[in-house]
């Protein structure tokens, strides 16, 4: 019985100060130790610096504060004669590889047939809207790009709004997210959540087990697929993104995502095409190009989508020749890469 | 409010700090907290507890041979209603709700009337009758009464007959059966004369109510708990520490062991509900993941009650004795959920097998018509049927029940089973503590799904007789191993003990690696789910 036991209370006192204070000089390990606080890996993707270390003369990009970006090094410093042209975009542009992605892609056609030199850096991120592709642009435009490819669509702005909700709730005072904001003990619980959780539970178990209040929330506010909706905020954020990078004087360039209906065989947009052509294609230094009428004239186009939204190596390819004619066009002042 | 929310230990810490700075007012102080704990859920529900207590403070003074004045009965045994009628000012309560609780109120004060005014021990069983009757009305109208309509319902339709009012709807208060189970014990412990009964109301009121023990026990006996409601215990420090190492246990087996494994079970039996088929080693890993959770929420469940109120200086009833070690089914139940255990042995089997046993003693012939074993089996049956029951409204819960009273007999009857149970040596005690565990496990399986034929299914898929199904993934396997590892771990460390919380008589290296590692596993799970399994019964 618990009045029995009351005398062991002296005996487990010194191991409990000792068990506190190890973590206590974990927790400040962990915060001057590591180069990234986890408030920083807890960003949701609404972290502007994550992801990017300048190391020495080079720049590292890695996975990172909710940033699934490929690992990637470059000279900090441009090389001379080089062009810098940056992809940013969701999980369509990230690709399964850095080397099979629109990106990779694009590089390998600037460097072969179109005759420029260039490195293409791969900022995709799966899930990415209007919002937190804003964020990555601000960022790399400290590395004097030559040319910004943004890969425009709408079903991702669910995400981001999920994604920012879940970034305010964890910054707020409420007391669920002080362990999450320990440096020691939240990466504890990050790196649990990350390495086994995601990787070694099948998706139905954890869809199972997932009770998000958040996505609840979100389902209350909108469809995800409701482009009604989610169009005019994501042109929003995109008339910031735009007055931002003309601002910094560089080219830009809008591809115009689209979708394929399987069961008509049709590729889609929902008028989005149209709407960012009225907005900005008269503007100097923007071109926009439509992946729906690229892909509308093909009879191959089923052959282009590995789903309704990703695209084959062989859809990135096409993707990727109707960009580098774009860059070509740019750089050379005009030829054909295709 | 459940144990398992983030604020809940913010209204403990607010709660135990406010208590101990209090020079008087104390049990009152209790009471509120407990109110507002109750409420959190549904505050009309507080009308039940107050209807229970009300009846086994009057009863149980009548049966003492000093039955209140009449101004007192009626002021007590009214309260359930001015309790409606106060919450009804703020929340709605239906006016159906409010007359059905005036006719219960004053109908209860009048049968206490006439049979106060009865002599010796007739008004002794009438009041023992009337307040059990209360109790075990309130828990089977709210508990069982949409069970039944739906069986009615059942039996009806072959006839042409559906009437729709058959089915009741009636919401079922959290934790009905432990606090009733409570109630009757005392009134039945007074009428017994193990314990006296008590002569402040508050007090009986705050029994039943105490706020860590409310919802999912442990079932508590007036005699150990009464005194206590003085609260005349002074501060002590070593209450804190105690506390605080019995609420660290507890939080871990829920957060870490149970809610954890809960991810694979509830995944495993969700689908089997929807027709779903698994290969063996599926079966076997959500047997194992249930059994885990089973026992790290409702094992951690009693910690955080028992930490919660050694916070505030009170003694609850340890309720598990590492059953998962035990050798036998019989030594199961009395290792596992102690508190009905033993409820049960002392007010259904016994009474019953007594009872039985006289009557057949008492034979014209003057011999026995049946042998004692027979009367012992047929009362084990009965009991645990009756326990099985205890836990829900469903055919799989009596199953249940009943598949341990079956394993309790066969223990009683096969030959080597009680020597293999009782052995000495290596090999008998590691292979009855597997079969007993193996049988525990296929157990649990009556108790988790949804319906019986779920449950055969199961079964059926863990014999591999449904054919081949879905196998399970090896991460499924990793991450159950790796929540399973540090809980058996513990439990290896306490084998020779009662329980885990006798970690603390561990060497100062152990206990120091023991709480770092739980704060460290326990801080890197989610934020735990709202309930525990218990408090729907």
């Known amino acids: 019985m618990d009045l029995d036991r009351l005398d062991y209370a002296p005996r487990i006192v010194g191991p409990a100060i000792i068990a506190v204070v190890a973590l206590a000089i974990l927790e400040f390990w962990a915060y001057f130790g590591f180069h990234e606080s986890s408030a920083e890996r807890n960003a949701f993707g609404y972290s502007r610096d994550a992801s990017f270390s300048v190391e020495g003369s080079f720049v590292a990009i890695t996975m990172s504060g909710s940033r699934s970006f490929w690992t990637q090094r470059y000279p900090r410093a441009k090389p001379p004669g080089l062009k810098r042209i940056m992809v940013i975009g969701d999980s369509a542009a990230r690709g399964a590889s850095l080397e099979d992605s629109v990106a990779g892609a694009l590089r390998r056609l600037l460097s072969g047939r179109c005759a420029v030199r260039a490195e293409v850096w791969n900022l995709s991120s799966p899930g990415y809207g209007s919002r937190r592709k804003q964020l990555v642009v601000d960022k790399v435009l400290e590395f004097h790009p030559d040319l910004i490819i943004y890969h425009a ?27 999450d904001q320990l440096p020691f003990l939240g990466r504890v619980k990050l790196s649990k959540v990350e390495r086994l959780y995601w990787q070694w539970l099948p998706e139905d178990v954890r869809a199972a087990s997932l009770e998000d209040p958040l996505a609840m929330k979100m389902a209350g506010i909108a469809n995800k697929m409701d482009s009604r909706y989610w169009t005019p905020k994501m042109l929003a954020n995109l008339d910031r993104t735009v007055e931002e990078i003309r601002g910094a004087g560089v080219p830009l360039l809008i591809l115009v995502h689209a979708y394929f209906d399987r069961s008509n065989g049709r590729v889609i947009d929902a008028g989005l095409d149209k709407a960012i052509a009225a907005r900005y294609a008269s503007r100097p230094g923007v071109v926009v190009v439509s992946n729906r009428e690229l892909f509308s004239s093909r009879p191959d186009a089923s052959a282009l989508f590995a789903d309704t939204s990703h695209w084959t190596s062989a859809g990135m390819n096409v993707v990727a020749r109707e960009l580098g004619n774009s860059v070509s066009h740019l750089f050379n002042g005009g030829g054909n890469c295709s | 409010m459940s144990f398992a929310t983030w604020y809940y230990p913010f209204f403990l810490v607010a709660i135990s700090t406010v208590f101990w700075l209090l020079p008087r007012g104390r049990l009152a102080f209790i009471l509120l907290a407990s109110f507002v704990f109750y409420g959190f859920w549904d505050v009309r529900f507080c009308s039940l507890l107050i209807a229970a ?26 309260l359930p209603t001015a309790w409606l009628l106060v919450i009804g000012q703020f929340k709605e309560v239906a006016g159906l709700y409010v007359a059905t609780s005036t006719l219960a109120c004053a109908a209860f004060c009048l049968l206490f009337t006439a049979g106060s005014r009865l002599k010796g021990e007739n008004r002794r069983r009438f009041l023992l009758y009337l307040a059990v009757g209360v109790n075990l009305g309130i828990l089977v109208f709210f508990k069982y009464a949409n069970w039944f309509s739906a069986g009615l319902l059942a039996l009806l339709q072959p006839i042409g007959i559906s009437p729709d009012w058959v089915l009741l709807d009636i919401l079922l208060p959290v934790g009905i059966s432990f606090h009733t189970f409570q109630s009757i014990a005392y009134v039945a412990d007074v009428f017994a004369g193990r314990c006296k009964a008590e002569r402040d109301f508050w007090r009986v009121l705050c029994m039943i109510m105490f706020f860590p023990q409310l919802v999912a026990g442990p079932i508590e006996r007036a005699a150990g708990m009464l005194p206590q409601l003085s609260f005349e215990k002074r501060f002590d420090w070593r209450f804190v520490v105690w506390g605080l190492h019995l609420l660290l246990l507890g939080y871990f087996l829920k957060v870490f062991v149970a809610d954890n494994c809960a991810v694979i079970s509830d995944y495993f039996f969700e689908r089997i509900h929807l027709g779903e088929s698994f290969g063996v080693g599926w079966v076997l890993a959500a047997m194992g993941a249930y059994t885990a959770q089973i026992y790290g929420d409702f094992v951690g469940y009693s910690y955080i009650a028992r930490g919660s109120a050694i916070l505030l200086g009170i003694e609850l009833t340890r309720n598990f004795e590492l059953p998962l070690l035990s050798r036998s089914p019989g030594e199961f139940w009395r290792r596992w959920h102690i508190s009905l255990s033993t409820w049960i ?43 099985g029951l205890w836990h829900g409204a469903d055919w799989h819960f ?27 040596g290596f090999l008998p005690r590691i292979t009855s503590r597997m079969l007993t565990f193996v049988l525990v496990c296929v157990a649990w399986v009556l108790f988790r799904s949804d319906t019986m034929s779920d449950a055969a299914r199961v079964l059926a898929s863990a014999a591999g007789a449904n054919g ?15 929540h399973a590892v540090p809980f058996v771990l513990l439990i290896a460390m306490v084998r020779h003990e009662k329980e885990e919380a006798d970690l603390a008589r561990r060497s100062k290296a152990i206990l120091a690696i023991s709480y770092f590692l739980m704060i460290m596993l326990l801080a890197s799970s989610e934020g735990g789910r709202a309930q525990f399994i218990y408090f729907q019964f």
């Open chain 1, 153 to 179: 669509g709408v079903t991702t702005e669910y995400e981001d709004s999920r994604e920012w909700e879940r970034y305010t709730e964890y910054h707020s005072w409420h007391p669920r997210h002080w362990v």
């Open chain 2, 468 to 482: 081949p199904g879905a196998e399970v993934p090896s991460g499924v396997v990793s991450w159950l191993a790796v």
């Open chain 2, 53 to 78: 207590a009300a009846s086994d403070y009057l009863c149980t003074r009548g049966i003492e041979d000093a039955p209140p004045p009449l101004a007192k009965v009626l002021a007590i045994g009214m």
């Open chain 2, 345 to 387: 042995r002392d007010y259904v089997f016994l009474p019953l097998s007594l009872s039985i046993s006289n009557r057949n003693r008492s034979s014209p012939s003057g011999e026995p018509a049946v042998n004692d074993l027979a009367i012992v089996s047929f009362c084990l049956i009965v009991t645990m049927l009756l326990a």
């Open chain 2, 398 to 424: 009596i199953a249940f029940g009943g598949f341990h009273g079956v394993l309790q007999v066969l223990w009683l009857v096969v030959p080597g089973a009680k020597v293999l149970s009782s052995s000495a």
